[in-house]
């Protein structure tokens, strides 16, 4: 004896399954798209890590070397000490390049899962407008 069927529950039930289905199937699409993400994210990570480490020993190797030219160039003349201030300038204007560019792609990387934020962020209105 089917007691759902006697008492009319059978739509219900069948309704119930059915979202029960949808979820389980939306919960696998979040939850590849998160992995997507996160593999996007390392390698993010990864080419942030090595541009800092690049970026920085370069710059203090070729900085170094040049401000050593120069100022080995310059040291017998009376401009030398206009030489030391422009290396101190040359040295302020490459830092800054270098820090824009590592905050660009610090920014860059801080917008991780931001697809899989918004789909989450899309499924709990549709849940709320639905209870």
């Known amino acids: 004896m089917n007691w759902i069927s006697l008492l009319g529950l059978e739509a219900f ?11 389980a199937v939306a919960i696998e699409d ?18 942030l890590l090595l541009l800092t480490l690049a970026v920085g020993g370069l710059m203090v190797v070729a900085l170094t070397l040049l401000s050593v ?10 401009h ?32 991780a899962f931001a697809l899989t934020r918004e789909e989450l962020v899309r499924d709990w209105r549709e849940i709320k407008e639905q209870l």
Request: net charge positive; proline share 1%.
């Open 13 to 23: 039930v069948l309704r119930w399954r059915a979202a029960a289905l949808e979820g």
């Open 30 to 47: 979040r939850a590849e798209l998160a992995r997507l993400e996160w593999h996007e994210q390392k390698a993010r990570l990864r080419q």
């Open 69 to 78: 030219a120069l100022l080995v160039q310059f040291w017998d003349s009376p």
């Open 80 to 111: 030398r000490t206009l030489v030391a201030w422009l290396l101190a300038v040359g040295w302020l204007l490459a830092w800054g390049v270098a820090l824009a560019a590592l905050v660009r792609v610090a920014n860059a990387a801080s917008n």
